[in-house]
């Protein structure tokens, strides 16, 4: 029995332990470039996971995004970890649902200022409703914008501190990888959704809050707030492809989809990409 694929992607081994912990009946995939997906069931939903550690960095996301959207054609894809807090009123362990997520390094250098050009992205409505519904009586959860930039916050005198101030006064979290991957979902058509755990105060004392094991306890609030939506979200009806068989599809390029199938004197598309209309030339060959 087929199953419909969600994608969950981290950056840091600790959120990957802290979603695969929710999955069952796990097997490995491997793309023909070498990335790993461990594609398991989720108790209680209709959904597969494809759980994906990319590593660090927006750069790093945005491309291993593209390549997990082409390569098992998930119906949703959530990126799942921690981050800095930039708001008073969200604590330590605490989810930011980001509903955008901006990328706070664009913009122009003048001998009088900085010109911000900013970049953000709206969460697919989709997604997001679901996470409200999901997490609304939850008090430790927000729904709210994040930052995302190549640059670990740990100074908030700092001129990037006060660039997120004036710029992006709005964001409740920085991190690092957002914005790499809701634009690699966006440019392919599909639904993104940044769900993450307050870790510190993106201050002077990171470290002393990341010795205090903050980071492994934010990345399972993460990952259990990652486990609401998908309870709450239900699959495309009808769709063709963004499903898997358990992890045992043929690991392809192509994704998990077939093509259609000649049968007798029809074709057969149930299951393939098909789009109509066409025109079919039926040619004998000799035996």
Do not use: C
Not at 241 to 268: I, V
Request: aromatic share 4%; net charge negative.
């Amino acid at each position: 029995m087929t199953q419909p694929i969600v994608a969950v992607l981290t950056a840091l081994s600790l959120e990957y332990k802290a979603v695969h912990a929710h999955l069952t009946d796990v097997r490995k995939r491997e793309h023909p470039r070498g990335t790993r997906a461990a594609v398991g069931r989720l108790a209680g939903t209709p959904w597969a996971v494809a759980l994906v550690e990319m590593g660090e960095g927006n750069l790093t996301a945005a491309a291993l995004t593209e390549r997990v959207m082409s390569w098992l054609e998930p119906q949703a894809v959530l990126f799942v970890g921690v981050a800095g807090g930039l708001k008073s009123d969200i604590g330590l362990g605490d989810v930011v649902v980001a509903t955008k997520v901006y990328g706070i390094h664009g913009g122009k250098e003048t001998p009088e200022d900085f010109l911000v050009r900013p970049e953000a992205w709206r969460a697919s409505h989709r997604l997001a409703s679901a996470a409200r519904e999901a997490l609304r009586d939850d008090p430790h959860a927000h729904l709210k914008p994040i930052a995302a930039g190549d640059v670990v916050l740990a100074a908030p005198e700092s001129a990037l501190a006060e660039h997120l101030r004036r710029h992006y006064n709005d964001a409740a979290a920085i991190e690092m990888e957002g914005s790499g991957v809701v634009s690699a979902v966006d440019l392919a058509g599909g639904d993104a959704l940044v769900i993450r755990g307050i870790s510190d105060r993106a201050d002077a004392v990171k470290s002393r809050a990341d010795g205090e094991g903050w980071q492994p306890r934010a990345a399972e609030n993460a990952a259990a707030a990652a486990v609401a939506v998908l309870r709450e979200l239900r699959p495309f009806r009808g769709r063709v492809g963004g499903s898997g068989s358990d992890g045992d599809a043929e690991d392809s390029e192509e994704g998990p989809h077939r093509a259609a199938t000649y049968e007798g004197d029809h074709l057969d598309f149930r299951g393939s990409t098909f789009n109509g209309p066409f025109v079919a030339k039926r040619v004998d060959r000799e035996r």
